[in-house]
Structures are given as C-alpha cells and as structure tokens.
C-alpha cells in the first residue's frame, strides 16, 4: 500500500510546482485599501445605475399597466351596454311571442267553439 502512494505522490510531483506558482499569488496577495476603495466605488456607480435604470423600466411598466386596465374597463362598460341592449332585446322578443302566442290561442279558440 505504501507503495502505491509513493507511485502517485512521484506522478503528481511536476504538477505540484506549477499548481503552487498558480495559486499561491491569489492567496497571498492583497488588494491596497486604495485599489479597494476604487473597486468599491465603482461597483456602487455601477449598482446606481443599475437602480436608475430598473426604476425607468418600472415606470414603463406602470404606465403600460395603467393603459391596460383603462382599455379593459372601457371594454367592460362597452360590454355591458350590449349586454343591457340584448337584454331588451330578448325581452320584446318574448313580449311578440307571448302577443302572438295569445292572438293564436284566440283564434284557435274562436274558430273551434
């Protein structure tokens, strides 16, 4: 078992080296605080920006919101003023038909008795 060890330690040894140069700069060196006062603050302009523009869109959003719901209750009156018409409608109909319905039912019964 040992052995199989010293075998992948030995096979790993150049690799080890370049791995080390890659890696240990990345932990080992430091930001200035001036470099990270610069980070910081443009990450805060980008993040104002940011803001600035998802507030624009919202914006947008509402007034298109505002235009739709004004056109769906504009079609709600327009569908209710149909419907109060079909409802008269329906009702003159029915009106004819029970008009016609007693003027037949008359008729019949003069002409049987």
Known sequence: MPAS????????????????KIALPAFGQRKSSREANE??????????TAVTHNAEHV???AV????ALSA????AAEAAAAQRRLRLL???ALALAGV?????LALWLRMAG
């Open 59 to 61: 914006r947008e959003l």
């Open 5 to 20: 060890w010293l075998a992948a330690i030995n096979a790993a040894l150049p690799y080890i080296d370049s791995i080390a």
């Open 72 to 75: 769906l209750e504009q079609a």
């Open 39 to 48: 980070d910081t603050h443009r990450q805060l302009a980008e993040l104002q």
């Open 100 to 104: 016609a319905i007693a003027l037949a």
């Open 64 to 67: 298109q919101l505002q235009a």
């Open 90 to 92: 329906v009702m003159a």
